[in-house]
């Protein structure tokens, strides 16, 4: 089982990039990477995943080096409304499976 | 259409109280999973179903009873429950079983057990 590691809180402010790292030291191979985004009192939402390298879609991007070690949540040009809690989540298709500890991001104006 | 709905929003129940939390997804999905998420916590995965079968029960205690009626529905009876087991219980489902497959939550249930 994949344990993963996220920095507890992250601050920002509107316009920037803001990149989150998920650390999975022990990922398997059938494992994959999938991150999502909490508000208060709602149930997450999928934002990105991915198995290897970069993925790109029209929110967010994720770079995976080669050794699958760590992820990385890019979110470019932040806005008030990005602040929310993101969840890395890694597991196979088989297992049980869990959530990362989360990462508060605080997008400041 | 792609949303969960779960019902009720919010529930106060004691100890001694029998209830049910509902769940519906009208999506086709395969997989219902039921979450419980403590306040500042990760959702913690407590069941899964796959084509209507419960296929993980993360060793949650007997007074949670999952239920999956059919492939649109899901429910979780409640029985007996403690204090402690106050949370937000949210409903996900998703195409087939498993993390490659993108979750779709419901808004969840606050449960609050006196």
């Known amino acids: 089982l994949a344990k993963t590691t996220q920095p507890i809180s992250m601050d920002s402010y509107e316009g920037q990039e803001v990149n989150i790292t998920c650390s999975h030291n022990?990922?398997?191979?059938?494992?994959?990477i999938t991150w999502y985004q909490q508000f208060p009192s709602q149930g997450p939402r999928f934002i990105i995943q991915?198995?290897?390298t970069k993925v790109t879609n029209e929110v967010a991007s994720l770079f995976i080096p080669a050794d699958r070690k760590s992820s990385t949540l890019s979110l470019p040009r932040v806005s008030l409304s990005d602040t929310a809690v993101y969840y890395c989540l890694v597991g196979d298709n088989f297992n049980k499976f869990y959530f990362g500890s989360g990462t508060k991001l605080n997008v400041k104006p | 259409d792609t949303e969960v709905t779960q019902t009720p929003k919010h529930l106060v129940m004691g100890m001694t109280n029998k209830k049910s939390l509902k769940c519906e997804q009208h999506?086709?999905?395969?997989?219902m999973y039921w979450y419980k998420q403590k306040a500042k916590k990760p959702p913690e995965l407590m069941f899964v179903y796959s084509y209507e079968k419960l296929s993980i029960n993360e060793s949650v205690p007997s007074r949670f009873s999952p239920e999956c009626p059919n492939s649109s529905l899901l429910n979780l009876h409640l029985h007996a429950l403690q204090p402690e087991d106050s949370a937000l219980y949210l409903c996900a489902s998703s195409q087939e079983r498993g993390p490659s497959y993108e979750q779709y939550f419901g808004p969840g249930t606050r449960l609050t057990v006196t």
């Open positions: 991915g198995y290897k």
């Open positions: 999506m086709g999905h395969r997989a």
């Open positions: 022990n990922i398997a191979t059938n494992d994959y």
